[in-house]
């Protein structure tokens, strides 16, 4: 069992940067890939992007290529999200997710097997 707690959402303008943390404690934070997804009101689960457990591959959706930036600290047991020049449509509960095969980068909620609680990011214009 893993568990995921994520922090660092909030408000801001449009053009502004927010930095996601998600702590993982239970299980070898090593042994797993990472992944960021996120969901707006009214919409389904979206992939965001994903880190290998050794972080030397990464992949992005098409929305948030160029802007945002996965990176992970196995030391510390943490991914993160830096997110710049973030614009009114990146409105959602944010939700960092932990795979358990570590050799591919997966996309699909379904391939990930723990979850974070979610934290909310809410950019105006």
């Known amino acids: 069992q893993v568990q995921l707690v994520e922090s660092g959402g909030g408000s801001v303008q449009a053009g502004g940067s927010l930095r996601f943390s998600c702590a993982a404690s239970?299980?070898?934070?090593?042994?797993?890939?990472m992944g960021w997804f996120r969901q707006a009101p009214g919409k389904g689960q979206e992939f965001v992007a994903a880190?290998?457990?050794?972080?030397?591959?990464?992949t992005y959706a098409d929305s948030v290529k160029g802007r945002f930036t996965i990176s992970r600290d196995n030391a510390k047991s943490t991914v993160y999200l830096q997110m710049n020049s973030l614009k009114p449509e990146d409105t959602a509960v944010y939700y960092c997710?932990?795979?358990?095969?570590?050799?591919?980068?997966?996309?699909?909620?379904?391939?990930?097997?723990?979850w974070g609680q979610g934290t909310q990011v809410t950019v105006s214009s």
């Open positions: 997710a932990a795979d358990r095969n570590t050799w591919v980068l997966h996309t699909a909620p379904v391939s990930y097997d723990y």
């Open positions: 239970g299980r070898t934070f090593s042994n797993y890939a």
């Open positions: 880190i290998l457990w050794s972080g030397g591959r990464t």
